[in-house]
């Protein structure tokens, strides 16, 4: 693993090469795998899974609250502290220092954890969407965690969940919160156009088809930002069904490009992280392929979209 720099302040668009930080990468998205998964356990079944995600917080990644009987409790990363953080609302609370260790450890404490806490909880014992899925508690080949690198991670999902979140205000139909899928270990926001969409075909790597036919069920444009696809991981803008002339598109800015083997618009994070004004070319970034996207598709963009400044001036 190599050594992991940051250009700007720790407030700014942090640098972080994605071969900087594999083994940290792939320990990090098993263990919010299983923290997901304590949330799939507990949470009702919201429309395209947004009941499993987890969101980003002022310190790191958490799950929100999750009901449990008449209660609730949430589980937090916490990449300032380096502490995963377990509290339940009677008042519980357990801590896991997020330090070098196998995954199967991280399994069995945050499992023994819940169990001391009165939230006894089974979960499905392997990840979802990658090859190989070694099974989480006989997973001792994922053990490395640098904390710099987590950090920095962490700091790249802020600065994307502010400009996504603005992005969110722009639309007045249906679109998911600004979440973190821990299947693929990325930040995404979704808009839908309120028409169905083709039965999707599945194929994801252990993950059971009827859950990608779930999760796009309905017409949609999707971005987001994921540690892949770019020497700093990388922007992304799909949409399903894709319509005629989408690839085709021009997007901005000029170093975003169709990317045939991920079937979605790429913009590397570098682009926007280098950026004289890197909100304005993330959000030309996003604008841009969603129109591409919704005009193609023959979207009713006057009735879902608004003006996220249209009280802007009035008194309260």
Same mark, same amino acid.
């Given at each position: ?98 330090? *070098? ?157 169709? *990317? ?57």
């Amino acid at each position: 693993m190599g050594t992991t720099h940051t250009s700007r302040t720790a407030t700014g668009w942090p640098q972080l090469r994605v071969a900087d930080w594999t083994d940290t990468r792939e320990t990090l998205h098993m263990w919010t795998q299983i923290v997901g998964k304590v949330r799939l356990a507990h949470a009702p079944l919201l429309n395209h899974w947004w009941q499993v995600t987890l969101y980003v917080s002022p310190r790191g990644l958490t799950t929100s609250a999750v009901p449990h009987g008449t209660g609730a409790f949430d589980i937090e990363f916490d990449f300032l502290d380096h502490t995963l953080h377990l509290r339940t609302s009677d008042g519980g609370i357990r801590r896991i220092t997020l330090e *070098s260790m196998p995954v199967a450890d991280f399994h069995a404490r945050v499992l023994r954890a819940l169990e001391e806490l009165d939230v006894p909880t089974t979960i499905q014992g392997h990840p979802n969407e990658i090859e190989p899925a070694i099974p989480f508690a006989e997973d001792y080949r994922h053990h490395t965690y640098d904390p710099r690198a987590a950090q920095l991670f962490w700091r790249q999902l802020l600065q994307a969940n502010r400009v996504l979140g603005e992005f969110r205000s722009a639309f007045a139909g249906k679109v998911s919160p600004v979440h973190f899928f821990w299947g693929a270990m990325d930040l995404a926001c979704t808009r839908f156009s309120g028409r169905g969409a083709p039965r999707h075909p599945g194929g994801a790597p252990n993950c059971g088809d009827w859950v990608m036919v779930e999760g796009y069920s309905h017409e949609l444009s999707s971005c987001g930002f994921w540690p892949g696809g770019g020497d700093e991981g990388a922007f992304y803008s799909y949409a399903y069904p894709e319509p005629e002339g989408f690839a085709d598109a021009p997007v901005a800015p000029s170093e975003a490009f169709y *990317s045939p083997e991920n079937g979605q618009f790429l913009l590397p994070y570098e682009t926007v992280r280098s950026a004289d004004d890197p909100d304005r070319t993330l959000s030309r970034f996003l604008h841009s392929t969603y129109e591409a996207a919704a005009d193609r598709a023959g979207w009713d963009r006057a009735a879902l979209e608004i003006d996220p400044e249209r009280w802007e001036g009035k008194t309260r």
